[in-house]
């Protein structure tokens, strides 16, 4: 392929690739909201999951707890009933002290059941208010997926056509680093243009100003040359076909009537 032909088969890619630009622009933001609302689903789903499991601690916790009230309260009976055959004020002291140590780890106890049912009850209202939630969002969920399967199904056709020219059009391309070079700088512009032609003396796609020398390079179509603002890739507007007004953009304004003051004698 000559540079010309290049330089033609990307702009005709340039063209397909815009037109798939387009169908994704009338999609909007249908497929980062649908992908937003599904990562929100699944952090509920999550959030509902790891208070169910919390709960579920918490409840053996209890037991646990409930449990080693019943061994203390059991263990106080018993040192209750020797106090009747102590032999000395030391044991009697010592069975008092250990009484008295029990009934604390009871307190004890009680509190952390106490804490544990408060912190169920908080578990349960999360999971309420998220339940709430995940049901609100996989609503919002089910209609902006059928808007954007609405959308898909109109435009999919030509989507697919479009898709299948511009692979075509890069299978018959035989310059890969040129192909490449034009993906690259078509990825990193904000307008996704990675050729532009010249108009107005300027580039098409950053809009500054192109030197004669540099514009007369790119009309004989010999090399490829790039901006050196932006670094799209420049082409020749008849090469691209495309029909610019030749109308002088810079046509003189009309002069304005200068209106002289009379100096008012005083």
Known sequence: ????????????????????????????????????????????????????????????????????????????????????NVRNNREYDTLNKEIEFTGLEI??????????????????????????????????LDVKRTELEEIVAETKAEEESLREKAKNLEASFDDARLLTAFKRIRKNSRNGLGIVYVERDACGGCFNKIPPQRQLDIR???????????GR??????????????????EEKPKKRSIRRRKTEE
Do not use: F, W
Request: aromatic fraction near 2%.
């Open 1 to 84: 392929m000559s540079v010309e032909a290049r330089l033609k088969a990307l702009y005709q890619l340039q063209t397909l690739l815009s037109e798939i630009d387009k169908i994704k622009t009338l999609r909007g933001e249908l497929p980062l909201e649908v992908q937003d609302l599904e990562d929100e689903i699944e952090g509920l789903k999550t959030r509902i999951e790891k208070a169910q499991s919390d709960i579920e601690a918490l409840d053996n916790a209890i037991k646990e707890k409930e449990h080693a009230i019943g061994e203390n309260e059991a263990m106080i009976a018993r040192y209750k009933s020797q106090l009747d």
């Open 233 to 250: 890739i420049m082409i020749d507007p008849e090469l691209a076909g495309v029909k610019l007004d030749t109308a002088s953009a810079s």
């Open 220 to 230: 004989m179509r010999k090399k490829i040359i790039v901006c050196e603002y932006c």
């Open 107 to 140: 307190e004890l106890c009680e509190k952390k059941i106490r804490e544990a049912g408060q912190s169920i009850a908080q578990k349960q209202d999360e999971i309420s208010r998220s339940s709430a939630l995940l049901v609100e969002r996989e609503k919002d």
